[in-house]
């Protein structure tokens, strides 16, 4: 269950206790430093979640070191972990973005993210923005519409990759509102495309929502016209969601958790699990997530998150089919 009312409930039932329970069989786990692969280039969404989780997860865990592998829309860096010995040592940032991409959008998948990735825990739920330089003459996202339908191809915007959930999310927008000559530019994650943005070489980004993408719209550096969660963000109220900015059903938002080798042992699933829960349960951690825009999962589970990205993979393949994008 969704939960808005973040830094009040919850807590409670995600205390230390958690982590009182042995692991047993697992005393050793882990003696040397384990490696969480973020599997897009620094500055985006996944980082602004991956970077502070390593660190505390230091605390109550081991040595968790951050690398970034990014490219293929997150295929690059998911695969590797899907490859990778299963002993807890390698483990992924993933979620919707990693799985909707190989599932829905190759005929000859890299990995197979149901059967060769173990979920261990969603952390967030994270929505993108219709980010825009501030040179285009709309103050909402109906005025960018209109502005896009009267000068057809001279708009473009950028995501993170063929493929993303950015670039699905820029793309459902165009099959709603009929503005099919809005060009897509692919980088190599959300960092590279909102620095190109700011600069004015593309006239919009579909980043996801994080605090130093909220700073840029209140510094007027990018202009914000819409988020794409369901209700209006807690750290960005007088931001509209893309529904009541005037687009029916524009709603997308993608899951961001920890994920495993399969066949990783389940103690030491349980073990980062657990670790990964009281490092959420944090009131400090969880404030600075909301302030970026997340909306940390307080409930999730192994089993929960592996129905949530079943769930995305189902909502996405009709657009995915409907638009004829492809990986291969």
């Known amino acids: 269950m969704r939960r808005r009312d973040l830094l009040t409930c919850g807590v409670a039932a995600l205390s230390a206790p958690l982590l009182a329970r042995p692991v047993f069989g697992q005393a050793r786990y882990p003696d040397h430093p384990i490696r969480l692969v973020v599997p897009f280039p620094p500055g985006g969404g996944y980082d602004a979640v991956g970077r502070p989780l390593a660190n505390k997860m230091n605390s109550v865990l081991g040595s968790v070191v951050v690398e970034n592998m990014g490219g293929g829309g997150s295929s690059l860096g998911a695969a590797a972990v899907a490859r990778a010995r299963p002993d807890g040592y390698t483990i992924l940032l993933g979620g919707s973005s990693t799985h909707v991409t190989e599932a829905v959008l190759k005929s000859r998948p890299a990995y197979d993210p149901l059967k060769d990735l173990e979920p261990i825990a969603n952390l967030v739920l994270s929505a993108f923005a219709f980010a825009i330089h501030p040179s285009v003459p709309a103050r909402t996202l109906k005025e960018f519409i209109d502005y896009a339908k009267a000068n057809p191809g001279k708009l473009s915007y950028g995501h993170a990759g063929v493929g993303s959930l950015n670039h ?8 709603l ?3 099919p000559t809005i060009v897509h530019v692919p980088y190599r994650g959300s960092g590279p495309a909102t620095a190109d943005a700011l600069s004015g070489q593309v006239q919009m980004v579909t980043p996801a929502v994080t605090a130093p993408l909220l700073e840029y719209h209140r510094t007027g550096k990018l202009r914000i ?5 369901p209700k209006r963000l807690i750290a960005a109220p007088d931001i509209p969601t893309a529904v009541e900015a005037g687009v029916p059903n524009m709603i997308s938002e993608q899951s961001i958790g920890l994920l495993a080798p399969a066949g990783t042992p389940r103690a030491i699933i349980e073990q980062i699990f657990q670790a990964s829960r009281s490092v959420l349960a944090d009131q400090s951690f969880q404030r600075m997530l909301v302030e970026s825009g997340f909306e940390p999962d307080l409930e999730s589970n192994p089993q929960a998150f592996r129905r949530l990205i079943e769930a995305d993979i189902a909502r996405w393949a009709p657009l995915v089919t409907a638009i004829g994008v492809r990986l291969d």
Do not use: F, N, P, Q
Request: aromatic share 0%; proline share 0%; hydrophobic share 40%.
């Open 168 to 175: 699905l999310t820029g793309e459902m927008l165009k099959s």
């Open 225 to 229: 016209l819409a988020v794409t969660s």
């Open 177 to 179: 509102t009929d503005t």
